[in-house]
């Protein structure tokens, strides 16, 4: 009985390890963008930690056995399971130390993670087991608690929970294996009440966490936005947090603004209706990203468009902007229009499999700021897009800012113009973003800018129109390479970029 018990406390202990990780990396990677540096910098120091755990468990004394793997059980749920929401509201409220706490917590948690086994293994040993069976068990039962992890953590416990109450979650699960080896034990340990009471303290820690979790994200990200916070979730792509001032309503997508309604008509007149205008003849549009509807309402605006498809990601967002009352009036109910189709999937995966063409596209993407956004500004997605607009079409693309990030915004027009399209960028001043910028691009199509516009604008009109295809000095073509899948040095140009911004 007492070998079952331990060799599923490895289950529970492999699973809470892992989780933690995850934790980490998931965070910072909402926080800190770059996901794969963010992922390979944390697993690189866990398992170092881990390491150097594994090392220390060897200065346990045999008699002490079970009474250490006790208090690791107990420092590893506070720690792991206070992490989130410890890194969260440091990033939110004084941002300066979260990289280095975020180490330091992430080695303190391997190292303890590393002491597990090692303890778990001598003590099924001194019950006399068989080494081979001995090994084989406890290595079993560690891959398959990371096995259940893993696949649980991104399709049910970060969209459903969180990643401040599972963390909450897995704390309580270590002080679990804890409290059970406590009463399993309990002959074997010194001090019985003690520990009792430590992993009674240390659990109602972890349960009031995890009951104020909701409470703690909120106010978290209040002091991170500053605003009032309207509406908040995350699903499993992404933080989607919408604030208020006044009459201000923002988007952001992993604490990164997207839009700001009081100016948020520059950002869509500019990505649509150049391109619109010049096409009256279109009957067919394609949106890509967009999942807020704004670009949408300016689509449905002309009465030639007879069908739009917009493709995006996540039905949670399209979801709000479908059905709350604030968001629906500031698309204009575009989701719910006759014209509108929406269809929730990858973009490529769904370009890959659709033999539909269509005389514009409209591709309104969050900035390359990870490699997963980065494929979407890829030669390869690019050539699946040519395919699927008209020869006389046009694309247009949200190509992030040509005075912030030239060296990114640069290497989107040269990844265009690598697939065989011809290239015209151009660049609008929103006020939330600064300068930013746009690339329209065509299969054939000799593009002119239009002198006027058939629909009444708020911001474009001839003049400005001629603006925004005219690059000052300081924002001169650049002769980037293409950005290939396979090296995604945009991610690493639209970095370098705004890091500078930062600075």
Known sequence: ???????????????????????AGALSSYLLGDSVLQFSTIIGCYLFAMGVGAHVSKYVSDDQVLARFVDIELAVGLIGGVSAAVLFLTFSWMAAPFRALLYVMVFMVGALVGMEVPLVMRALNERKTEFNELVSRVLTFDY???????????????????????GFLFGMLNVGVACWTIYVFRTELENLSGRVLRAATVLCVLVAGFIGADRMTHWGEHGLFGDEIVYSTTTPYQRLVITRWKDDLRLYINGNLQFSSRDEYRYHEALVHPALEALPWAKKVLVLGGGDGLALREILRYPNIEHVTLVDLDPAMTGAFTTRDELVKLNGGSFRNPRARVINADAAIWLQNTEEMFDAVIIDFPDPSSFALGKLYSVPFYGMVKKHVAANGLIVVQSTSPFFAPHAYWTVDATLRDVGLKTYPYHAYVPSFGEWGFILASPQMAYQPPDQYRLPMRFLNGDTTRAMFAFPPDMQRMDMAPNRLNTQSLVHEFEQDWRKVIR
């Open 144 to 166: 398959l608690g990371a096995l259940a992890v893993s696949v649980l953590f991104p399709l049910v416990l970060a969209p459903y929970l969180g990643l401040v109450r599972t």
């Open 1 to 23: 009985m007492t070998k079952r018990i331990l060799i599923l406390s490895v289950f529970v202990v492999a699973s809470c390890g892992l989780a933690y990780e995850l934790i």
